[in-house]
């Protein structure tokens, strides 16, 4: 069975650090692998997904992730936080039999000025 | 383009009362879901569907139903709301071209539902 590890419920940082929001994963298979966004009192966006091609992955907002296999991780990462990054974030796990996502408990971002 | 729409946004019921919550996207997409969201359990998927007249259980199927007899619409029914069944219910869905492609769900703004 699949999962995900967000570690740390609530990550905060002050405006202008780096952002490092932390996902592990458990596949049996080649796994693939997404963060979503979520703004309060709406849905989830894409921010970006790994699906086997590079191992870097860019994605919006300047959001990048690292897919590390030895690790089995794929922590997301920006280089400077504005305030508009506060939000919830979720890490998600499919695999190559397309299997419906599964999602990690989330990660509260706050961005203090 | 509309996307994934939910309806109603806001419900509050009795507990015992039923309900249905309408899900509608207009992508063409094959599949589609409905999930729970609750503080610090992250999103937990209640049933899904892979095409038109198909649903299977997710991980949280227990006091729901759901039908898809349409292709662009995904049903999830309470028949008897319990407490244990306020949450925030998000529907999504995807296009899926083949087994080697996974494309990314799209996600409705959710329906806030409370049971007294």
């Known amino acids: 069975a699949q999962s995900v590890t967000q570690l740390g419920s609530h990550v905060s940082v002050s405006e202008g650090a780096l952002v490092l929001l932390r996902c592990n994963y458990s596949?049996?298979?080649?796994?693939?692998l997404f963060w979503y966004v979520q703004y309060p009192n709406q849905g989830l966006q894409l921010l970006l997904k790994?699906?086997?091609?590079?191992?870097l992955v860019k994605g919006i907002n300047g959001f990048e992730a690292e897919f590390k296999k030895s690790e089995t991780s794929f922590h997301l990462t920006k280089p400077s936080a504005h305030m508009s990054d506060a939000a919830e974030y979720f890490c998600?796990?499919?695999?190559?039999?397309?299997?419906?996502?599964?999602f990690g408990k989330g990660t509260r971002l706050s961005v203090i000025a | 383009n509309a996307g994934v729409t939910q309806t109603p946004k806001f419900r509050v019921l009795k507990t015992g009362q039923s309900m249905t919550l309408l899900c509608a996207q207009d992508?063409?997409?094959?599949?589609m879901y409905w999930y729970r969201q609750d503080p610090g359990m992250g999103l937990r998927l209640i049933h899904y569907?892979?095409?038109?007249?198909?649903?299977a259980k997710g991980e949280v199927p227990d006091g729901y139903n759901v039908s898809r007899l349409k292709k662009q619409n995904f049903l999830l029914g309470l028949e008897s709301a319990a407490p244990s069944q306020t949450s925030v219910y998000f529907c999504?869905?995807?296009?899926?071209?083949?087994?080697?492609?996974?494309?990314?769900?799209?996600f409705g703004d959710g329906t806030r539902l409370s049971i007294l």
């Open positions: 998600a796990v499919s695999d190559i039999r397309n299997t419906p996502l599964v």
């Open positions: 999504a869905s995807t296009f899926r071209q083949g087994p080697d492609s996974n494309q990314p769900q799209h």
């Open positions: 992508m063409n997409h094959e599949y």
């Open positions: 569907s892979v095409g038109e007249g198909t649903t």
């Open positions: 790994y699906t086997s091609a590079a191992t």
């Open positions: 596949s049996s298979v080649p796994p693939y």
